[in-house]
């Protein structure tokens, strides 16, 4: 893979993009994942390497590639949430990208649109797309919402002046039976929409065969997680959420290869004792909202004091590929069974009840033997932030100790949480 990058502007001039508030956005990510992961980390596994490279080139290879794509007939999809199943996307060969937003570069373009009080990963998302400056929004045929919090289901009304989008209605009470025919029902109604987008047919052959390649991305992530339980953990938090992160929109493929490539790097550093940090450094469970490219605040803040993120409870971490399938049936009927079942496992705060999230948390103290937990919340997410009171106090109980953090994509509120954060770990055995 050659280092030097073509020239793209033509490419996102095509794309409709604001060239000018592109640059602007382009010019400031070199510099903070410069200084976020460069400078600041030493000893990183060599497979990091490709990791780097694809933040580097962020809007052009990959987008290439879903340009290329499109002119050979495919069809690019958006989506914003776990919940809407890539298998069915690529199923039908259509490719998923997930467009969710993580810094507050973009927020000028959606403000006016969205009151204050919304959560930053909604205004970032929008933000980007309605401003232009995301080729990734740009190039999309369609955008797939779903009916988790509030702040998306009004969002969805605001972007559907903008781009066609179609939402899929995910139940609320995910544990009630009547919950998953409804889910069955609703993936049908995407089914068929995507049917209707791509002109083609989805087949039981061809959900299957879909669903092993994403079981097998899930797999190669869960495999580099697994590393992170050993002390010294082989892989920082920060390069673990880089590559989760990069999961959303790279080509499955790939990410089987390259993912696969870093798992096997670590499992030797593991063999050979070799790990990002000292034995025995403090151990991290970050739990809450996901976080989006670039949003690499907590991990940067909690790493920069000496202490490591072993493992992230949020949907870009374990959440992502916990709870998984047997590719058993042969009928699409019971493929989307399966689907629906493991789907419907993931413990989303947008769900009521949501027992399930407490148990994942304690079992990743477990796993991963950590010491300490931070309930992490974008301000203005209400299901989080309600569940975080509760899970303080079950945690608490349970003798972990556990620090709730409500922040968003900004950079004023550091210094008092950099004081929060070493206060915490201070207290940590
Ligand atoms: S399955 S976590 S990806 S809904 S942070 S927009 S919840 S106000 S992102 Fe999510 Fe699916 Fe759940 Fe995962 Fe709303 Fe909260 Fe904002 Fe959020």
Known sequence: MTTEKPDWYPMWKELGLDLEKHDQLLAILPDIFKQIYIDTQCNRPEGIGFFDFVVGDIHGIRVSELKKAKEEGKKVIGTFCLYIPDEIIYALDAIGVGLCGGTNFS??????????????????????????????????????GETTCDGKKKAWEVISEFK???????????????????????????????EEITGNKLTAEKLKISMEKIKEKRNQLRRVYNTRKADPVPISGKDALLVSQIAFYDDPDRQI????????????????????????????????????????????????????????????????????????GNTL?????????????????CF?????????????????????????????????????????KELKKEGIPVISISTDYSSEDEGPLTNRIEAFLEILK
């Open 107 to 144: 927020n000028y373009a959606s403000e006016e649109l969205l009151p204050t009080n919304i959560c930053a990963l909604i205004k970032s998302a929008l933000g980007f797309g309605i401003g232009n400056i995301c080729p990734y929004y740009a190039i999309t045929d369609i955008l797939i």
């Open 164 to 194: 066609p989008i179609y939402v899929v209605e995910t139940p609320q009470c995910k544990d009630r039976p009547q919950a998953k025919a409804h889910f069955l029902e609703e993936l049908r109604g995407l089914i068929s929409k995507l």
């Open 333 to 349: 009927d019971e493929l989307l069974e399966f689907i629906a079942d493991r789907y419907l496992g993931i413990n989303c705060a």
């Open 257 to 328: 290869q390259m993912v696969g490539k870093l798992a096997d790097e670590l499992e030797e550093r593991i063999k050979n004792h070799i790990g990002i940090i000292e034995k025995g450094a403090k151990r991290i469970l970050i739990s809450g909202t996901p976080m989006a490219i670039p949003n690499w605040k907590m991990h940067h803040l909690v790493e920069s004091k000496g202490a490591v993120i072993v493992a992230e409870e949020t949907c870009t971490g374990t959440r992502y590929f916990d709870s998984e399938y047997e590719i058993k």
């Open 352 to 392: 009521t009840p949501n027992e399930g999230r407490k148990e994942d948390i304690l079992k990743l103290v477990n796993d991963y033997n950590v010491d300490g937990v931070i309930l992490y919340t974008l301000n203005f997410c209400q299901p989080y932030d309600v569940e975080a009171v509760g899970l303080e």
